[in-house]
């Protein structure tokens, strides 16, 4: 079968809202920011859970641009040169009348109480002008929310929380996955491994899927296999390594 490129900056090959497990309706968000046109969203939880996704789904749903920014495209060894990048991924959304996302918003909005640097304060606040400046909408991502400025929080409209797939998302997207590699679909066997996969997300599909342009994926075995080894990856992962406490 015959797969596109890869590009980051698109949705994934199978894309579903329902294939996300947050902690609010996807659909009724996105139909009311269809009708206003205006709203800060700050979508958190672990990688891989969709949140990237469903900013550039959203706005394929109203219809316009995405001005998308990580935060190694705003912070800079410069003083001063990260709230000007800010600014400006603002302006340019604006101007576009494109979403705005911005990407591992942690790197740089830290809590001000624990700054040891004046310029780690006017990031934050540059942020907060143009937050409330701005008359689109605007989605940032974070991994770990814990740790962000707790004034830049409460300016978001709201907060959504993206966490590791349902067992019954994790078998719908594996029947999915199936159909779209056009290989056997899944037997029980198969549905038995997944569901001892807790930490799973549409995230370490996408990445199978992007080793099958190398690696061709011809059973549901290999499938699931690929899954195992994506998920097992991640519990090593949070094994600290080097370091004595």
Known sequence: ???????????????????????????????????????????????????????????????????????????????????????????????????????????????????????????????LTQMESFSGVFIASTNLVEGLDQATLRRFDLKMKFGFLEVDQAADLLNQYCHFLDIHLPEAQHMVQLRMLDNLTPGDFAAVIRQHRFRPIRTPDKLVEALVAECSLKERSNVNIGFVH
């Open 1 to 127: 079968m015959a797969i596109r490129q890869y590009d980051p900056n698109r949705l994934p090959e199978v894309y579903d809202s329902a294939f996300i497990n947050a902690d609010a309706d996807l659909a009724e968000i996105a139909s009311g920011l269809i009708q206003s046109r205006t709203g800060r969203l700050c979508l958190y939880g672990p990688p891989g859970t969709g949140k990237t996704a469903f900013g550039r789904w959203l706005a394929e749903q109203m219809g316009i641009p995405v001005v998308a920014k990580r935060a190694s495209d705003l912070l800079s060894m410069w003083v001063g040169q990260c709230e000007k990048n800010i600014a400006r991924a603002f302006r340019d959304a604006e101007r576009d009348g494109a979403l705005l996302m911005i990407d591992e918003l942690d790197s740089f909005l830290q809590d001000r109480r624990k700054a040891q640097h004046s310029w780690e304060i006017t990031q934050v606040n540059e942020m």
